[in-house]
């Protein structure tokens, strides 16, 4: 069970089967890959009134965490982010804990801002401007309107789109930053633009792909639809895969007896 860092919601994990591998194989790092993998994974709360909760409704904050506690789960706490020295030209690997990377980018409180009598929406202080939090369906929604889009959805008044952006990064920030680290060949300062929410989905995609492989070999020795493999869960699957693989092996140590 993990908490999410802006909406503050218990959230449980539901078992993985080959369609979540499949996602994470078939699918990108972006953040429609990231609610589709929430959504397939995670067990949300649903609202007060009973309505239930998709991932698409969170902050892109909330979404970004979740698909982190999803690698941690499988990979344990360490990242190392990759880059290259700007004066030498020397790769350079930044070593980081991922409980610590988002303790630092977690939500604070703003000064600036206050919340409004409608649930859900804050007020800009000294403005005539209310905004709600943008959520990752917000976000894709407004591909390709831009910033302006976003405004109209989620912002009512005239206040500095800028203004506002600044309270909403500090209300629910999002989990890519910088880190920096230093040259082991120069010395010089490094600084590595981290997306980790792309990091973590390009990690889960690399131990998600034996998926393939294993449909194959369930499918040629059992006689199984791709749907029906693709049903089972991720453990049964890996199991049946191996005593494939360990009779096959058996097979061809008894033709050469």
Known sequence: MVRTPITDLPVGWRRATGHDDLLLVEGGVDLATAVRVVDGRALLPPYDDGRPRAAGQLPVGDVDALVVALRVSRLGDRM????????????????????????????????????????????????????????????????????????????????????????????????????????????????????VRALCLAELGFLAGAVLDEVHLLAAAYHWGERAILDLPGERRHAYAERIRLSAGAAVEVTHV
Do not use: K, N
Request: charged fraction near 25%.
């Open 80 to 195: 190392i982010a990759e880059g290259a020295c700007g004066r030498c030209g020397a790769r350079v690997d930044v070593d980081f804990g991922l409980a610590d990377y988002v303790a630092h980018r977690r939500p604070r409180r703003s000064r600036a801002a206050e919340p409004d009598t409608e649930p859900g929406w804050w007020r800009l202080r000294g403005t005539d401007t209310v905004f709600r939090l943008p959520t990752a369906d917000d976000v894709l929604a407004a591909t390709d309107g831009g910033p302006a889009a976003l405004r109209q959805a989620c912002v009512r008044g005239t206040a500095p789109t800028a203004a506002v952006e600044r309270v909403m990064a500090v209300l629910a920030p999002v989990l890519r930053t910088t880190v920096t680290g230093a040259c082991p060949e120069c010395g010089q300062p490094v600084e590595l633009d981290v997306d």
